[in-house]
């Protein structure tokens, strides 16, 4: 019982649990979103519309919300920002229930929504970085992350029945409920072994310290600089080609559902092996399995069948998982902890910088080169960026370090003081 709780105490438990509530009811309710606006008379122009709008406060104020979850408690900014995407997905709710939602008043709430995500992720993965333990690290983040991307495709999934059953608005309040939910678990997370911040000189002077943090590290910088090519160009073909390429030519959604729902099993799978395995070379063995995102693209391009599909989209699910928990685990190894959300917020601002772009541009690349050159240009794009980033010497050299003690450990884990390690949010910097 000691050993359960010194591994896995009330921190991981919360974390976790609050994770898994979020993502069953966040992914059916992207599904959801969409259908609203088709149902409420929008063309597929007015959809992008409304993801953009999702997507564009993570590029305006992602790096404000990791300055400020490293001033104040981290706990607080995570409830606060579930509370604000509770508010706004049951206001959504309640626009499409009533049956006359005007465009603009979704991309609003929306906007919103995508608002508390960008302070909500780095104060999590801040908190999460700083409650885990060094020799339960790869372990943690690994189950963590099987355990929210299990929850993924389950929502998805549940998502998809509810609103053949029920319709997009009773989805969007499910996640309106699991957003109250969440947030009430998180507000019981237990912070007392984290250091009281200094006062500081500011904002401005907090981001400019993160700044420091990313650019003396070049293992640090050039990956977050090959992810804002990796996702973008990933996210294009994925989320324009490959609904493009399944209509056309493999017999429709279902199809496309099918490969997806393989991917989302390859991360699963990927979660499970490094629960099991610590490599020593962590980022050199997380950058090469960079490479097998660019199979996805490829397979879109010939075209695969679709049993060749699935199984290049479970490949590469399996390795961007071994990716993502070797990442964490160098943040946690590298990064001060009263940095992690600053530095965290500049991971995930790289990573999704270029996203928006090369979503809107994916129309006009198609009908310039064609759909095929497109996409095997995103293939190729994948792999040189990848085998640029592996030139930087401590991408190649950057090894595990013994175990050191996390300020969760400076608190026994027993049952009336139980901190112990944990995990949060999605991953980093490849929100792939």
């Known amino acids: ?27 059916g309710a992207l599904i959801a979103s969409s259908f609203a606006v088709l149902e409420a008379g929008g063309s597929v122009g007015d959809v992008g519309l409304v993801a953009a709008a999702r997507t564009l406060p993570l590029v305006l104020f992602l790096l ?11 706990h607080h900014v995570m409830v606060a920002a579930n509370a604000l995407n509770c508010l706004s997905q049951a206001a959504f709710a309640v626009l499409v229930l009533a049956g006359d939602p005007r465009l603009w008043q979704m ?20 908190m999460l970085l700083s409650s885990v333990s060094g020799e339960h ?35 969007l309040a499910v996640d309106a409920a699991a957003f109250a939910v969440a947030g009430a678990l998180r507000a019981f997370l237990d912070v007392s072994h984290v250091a009281d911040r200094a006062s500081g000189g500011g904002l401005l002077a907090d981001l400019r310290e993160g700044w420091v943090e990313v650019k003396t590290r070049p293992w640090l910088w050039s990956i977050v600089l ?52 610590k490599p020593r070379r962590l980022l050199l063995v997380g950058t090469l399995c960079v490479f097998p995102l660019a ?21 590469s699910g399996t390795a961007i998982e071994v990716f993502g928990v070797s990442w964490m685990t160098t943040m946690h190894q590298e990064i001060p902890e009263e940095k992690f959300s600053r530095v965290s917020a500049y991971d995930w601002f790289g990573s999704v910088s270029m996203l928006p772009l090369a979503t809107a541009v994916a129309g006009p690349v198609e009908s310039a080169i064609g759909r095929t050159s497109a996409l095997w240009g995103c293939a190729a794009l994948v792999i040189v960026v990848t085998a640029a980033v592996l030139l930087v010497p401590d991408v190649r050299h950057m090894t595990r370090k013994p175990p050191k003690s996390s300020p969760a450990e400076a608190v026994p884990a027993t049952p009336s003081s139980p901190t112990a390690p944990s995990i949060p949010a999605d991953s980093s910097p490849a929100g792939v």
């Open 1 to 27: 019982m000691r050993r359960r709780l010194a591994w896995a105490g009330r921190n991981y438990t919360l974390l976790t649990g609050a994770a898994v509530v979020t993502n069953l009811g966040s992914h």
């Open 64 to 74: 404000i919300g990791g300055a400020i979850a490293d001033r104040i408690p981290r």
């Open 107 to 126: 991309m609003l709430l929306t906007a919103l929504c995508g608002t508390g995500t960008a302070f909500f992720n780095p104060a999590a993965e801040g």
């Open 137 to 171: 690290a790869n372990r943690a983040f690994a189950l963590f992350r099987m355990a929210m991307n299990g929850a993924g495709i389950g929502g998805a999934a549940l998502g998809g029945a509810m609103i053949a059953a029920m319709g997009p608005g009773w989805v």
């Open 226 to 277: 090959q992810f804002s090519v990796v996702v973008a160009v990933v996210g294009a073909a994925e989320a324009v080609y490959g609904p493009l390429v399944a209509r056309d030519r493999l017999g429709g959604a279902a199809p496309w559902g099918l490969a997806l729902a393989f991917f989302g099993l390859g991360t699963i799978g990927g979660a499970v092996l490094m629960m099991l395995w």
């Open 295 to 315: 199979l996805p693209s490829a397979g879109l391009a010939v075209p695969l069948p679709v049993w060749g599909l699935c199984a290049v989209m479970l490949v």
